[in-house]
């Protein structure tokens, strides 16, 4: 039995989901897995990890007492942990914290064990327009700073020594400009979704309560918000633009306060509530029945991410369910939807006029678009490549 090393040292958000699904794939194909990463850190949830317990052929490895809880580990540290555990394959579930790792086998004349692949969520630089100076100012650091430039490394010295046999990457937008990188399909959560289905039918009061505040607001605008409020994700922009257009705002998912805004959230949530434009769930829900209510409660999907340039699962999920997004026209999430014609995108000065066209726009003009990119997005096309990439094969 081969052995395969899924290193993650930190397991909070997306990268709990990640392991599960990679190790499915690994269990299908007959390895032994380690799991590397921190498990000693609290995690709000465990859900994925629990359904690993009691598989004789998985192992954890606590990488605390590794320097940064394993994101610090050094390439001697790292052959060592190969070495003992007999590892054939690692992967790197994040392999943008890795880089300075990856570029270290030059410097030592060493390398990792076996066959390494790596998985890539920010290559964000490829967005970032620098000007003239700031060229000038990148080459006259990268004498001191080579060693863990991402620019470099996947411009340069990955293609040219090859120091990870695969390179995944969630953007395709990245993979179009790099030969030497495969694009990996973002349906993680759909893949663990497939494998374990959690029904939560007592969260499904949830439904008749939303129906009841739709009817009593039946004339409005609904703007929906998944998941947990984030400034990145533009929660507070969301809920002053519910305010200004006398709009309904529909939150599925925990609230909390600690969070720092460009808007002052009570304040807007408080006028939103006092005139019974506000419905919370603040609740964490898991029951797909009840998520897929919520975002079919919604015609368009309006998604203000802040100065962000990667994928985004909740666009994913209402592209699952047909339903077109409009987002800021830059990173990856622009570039698909302006490629696929999966909603709208907007930039600083649009937002208004593109938000109200959107609006205005039927959904079913989308549909065929929408359906077409998610053949490409499926969860088979995910486990190929995976299941390609491990066995060194040409997809």
């Given at each position: ?11 909070i ?19 032994r ?44 540290e790292?052959?060592e942990?190969?070495v003992?555990y007999a ?59 080579w ?17 990870i ?17 495969k ?8 893949f ?26 039946k004339?409005?605008?609904?703007l ?12 507070d ?11 309904c ?13 460009e ?10 509530e ?7 769930t ?17 015609g ?21 369910y ?34 109200l066209?959107?609006?205005?726009t ?21 486990n190929?490549v995976?299941?390609?990439s ?6």
């Amino acid at each position: 039995m081969k052995n395969a090393l899924i290193f993650s040292p930190s397991f909070i958000g997306h990268r709990q989901v990640y392991v599960f699904v990679l190790s499915q794939v690994l269990i299908k194909l007959g390895y032994r897995i380690y799991i590397a990463g921190n498990f000693s850190a609290k995690l709000s949830s465990t859900f994925y990890f629990n359904r690993l317990k009691g598989n004789n052929n998985i192992f954890e490895i606590d990488t605390t007492e590794i320097p940064g809880n394993g994101l610090g580990i050094n390439i001697h540290e790292f052959i060592e942990l190969q070495v003992k555990y007999a590892i054939d394959l690692t992967i790197f579930a994040e392999a943008d914290n890795h880089i300075p790792l990856l570029i270290s086998q030059l410097s030592v004349h060493k390398r990792l064990k076996g066959r390494t692949i790596g998985i890539f969520l920010r290559p964000f630089y490829v967005y970032q327009k620098v000007t003239a100076i700031n060229k000038l100012r990148y080459f006259k650091w990268l004498y001191t700073e080579w060693k863990t430039d991402t620019r470099l490394f996947h411009e340069f010295l990955n293609p040219q020594f090859h120091l990870i046999n695969e390179s995944l990457h969630l953007d395709d937008y990245f993979v179009s400009k790099h030969r030497h990188t495969k694009w990996l399909p973002d349906v993680f959560q759909q893949f663990a979704d497939e494998i374990v289905l959690e029904e939560q039918s007592e969260q499904r009061h949830w439904i008749d309560k939303l129906d009841a505040f739709k009817e009593a607001n039946k004339d409005c605008i609904f703007l929906l918000y998944f998941g947990a409020p984030q400034d990145r994700r533009g929660y507070d922009f969301l809920l002053k633009l519910a305010v200004d257009y006398k709009a309904c705002f529909v939150h599925c998912g925990l609230r909390n306060n600690w969070t720092d805004y460009e808007f002052d959230i009570n304040e807007l949530r408080g006028k939103l509530e006092s005139e019974k434009k506000l419905f919370e769930t603040n609740e964490y829900i898991i029951d797909p029945i009840t998520i897929e209510y919520f975002f079919k409660a919604v015609g368009h999907l309006i998604l203000p991410y802040k100065n962000f340039y990667g994928s985004s699962g909740v666009m994913l999920q209402a592209l699952v369910y047909n339903i077109p997004v409009l987002v800021p026209d830059i990173g990856v999430i622009g570039y698909r939807v302006k490629k696929y014609g999966l909603g709208y995108t907007y930039n600083n000065g649009s937002f208004e006029k593109q938000f109200l066209c959107f609006l205005k726009t039927p959904t079913e003009m989308f549909s065929k678009s929408i359906e077409e990119y998610m053949k490409m997005q499926s969860v088979q096309n995910l486990n190929s490549v995976l299941i390609n990439s491990i066995n060194g094969e040409a997809s």
